[in-house]
C-alpha cells in the first residue's frame, strides 16, 4: 500500500518511525528489517565501554588533572543487573580535595558510545567559560560502570561546590549516540533526582554541543545565586543567551 504524500512529508521533521506503509495487516519487508537492525543496535549500545585512553587523549589539551574511578559494580553485567552499585564509589577511593570547585564527571551510563562521541566537545567549550564566569573547574572524572548519583560521592569526595555529570543516555531505535547531562548544586551522597537540572538529547542530531555547554553555564551561574538546583532552579535561560 502507497504512503498518502502527507504522511511521508512528516518524515523530513522526525527520525522517529511513522509513514513506513504496509502491506496487508503488517508493516512492509524493509521496514520490519530497519527496526531489527536498530533494535540490535541498542542493544549492543547498552553493552558498548569506555575507549578510556582515546577519551584520555581527547580531554587532555584542556589542561585539567583527569582521574580515573569505577564504581561498585565493576563489571558490565552488574552493572546491568545492580543499578544501586553503578551509583556509588568504592570506599577506598581517593580524589584529590578541591574544594568549591565544579566537578567534572564523564560516565559511561547506559551508552558510553554516546559520551565517548559528545563529551570532549562540550567540555572543550564549557571548560574555558567557567573560569570566565568566576568558577574553578575541577578535575575531570572518568567513571566506568556509573550512574548519575555517582557523581554526588564524586563532589562529596572532591568537596565540590556542585558537580556536572555527562553520561551516555539509554539508547533509543533512532539514536545510540546521544548524551545527558546533569547538575547538582551542593550535591552529596543521598541527593536525589528532584536536586538536579537535566540537559538531554545531546548529539548531532538534537541539542549542539554548544548549545548544551552554554544552557549548562547558564544553569550553574543561576545555581550559584540560588544556592540550588533541581526543581528549585526553572529553566529560563534567554534565547540570546551564548557562551562569552
Known amino acids: 500500500m502507497t504512503t498518502p504524500s502527507k504522511w511521508r512529508d512528516l518524515r523530513r521533521f522526525t527520525d ?34 569506555l575507549d578510556v585512553a582515546q577519551l584520555e587523549a581527547a580531554l587532555a589539551p584542556l589542561g585539567r588533572p583527569i582521574e ?5 559494580a565493576k563489571e558490565r553485567r552488574r552493572f546491568l543487573l545492580r543499578p544501586d552499585l553503578g551509583r556509588k564509589l568504592p570506599e577506598d577511593c581517593l580524589l584529590p580535595k578541591t574544594p568549591g ?26 571548560v574555558p567559560a ?49 548524551m545527558g547531562l546533569y547538575l547538582t548544586w551542593a550535591a552529596r551522597r543521598g541527593s536525589n533526582d528532584a536536586m538536579r ?12 554541543t554548544d548549545a548544551a555547554a552554554a544552557k549548562a553555564l547558564w544553569l550553574l551561574v543561576e545555581a550559584r545565586k540560588l544556592g540550588a538546583t533541581g526543581v528549585a532552579l526553572k529553566d529560563e535561560m534567554p534565547s540570546h543567551y551564548r557562551l562569552t
Open 16 to 49: 522517529a518511525r511513522v509513514a513506513l506503509g504496509r502491506v496487508g495487516n503488517a508493516l512492509p519487508t524493509a521496514a520490519h528489517l530497519d527496526f531489527q537492525e536498530a533494535h540490535a543496535r541498542a542493544r549492543d549500545a547498552v553493552w558498548s565501554s
Open 101 to 126: 570547585c565544579i566537578a567534572l564527571v564523564v560516565a559511561d551510563g547506559l551508552c558510553a558510545s554516546g559520551v565517548q562521541q559528545q563529551a570532549p566537545a562540550l567540555l572543550a567549550a564549557l
Open 197 to 208: 537540572n537535566c540537559i538531554s538529547n545531546i548529539r548531532p542530531g538534537g541539542l549542539t
Open 130 to 178: 567557567l573560569g570566565k564566569a568566576g568558577f574553578t573547574a575541577g578535575p575531570i572524572i572518568i567513571a566506568e560502570q556509573a550512574r548519575v548519583a555517582l557523581g554526588d560521592d564524586v563532589a562529596e569526595a572532591l568537596e565540590a561546590a556542585a558537580v556536572v555529570v555527562m553520561i551516555g543516555e539509554r539508547p533509543g531505535l533512532s539514536a545510540t549516540d546521544s
Open 68 to 72: 580515573r574511578v569505577t564504581s561498585q
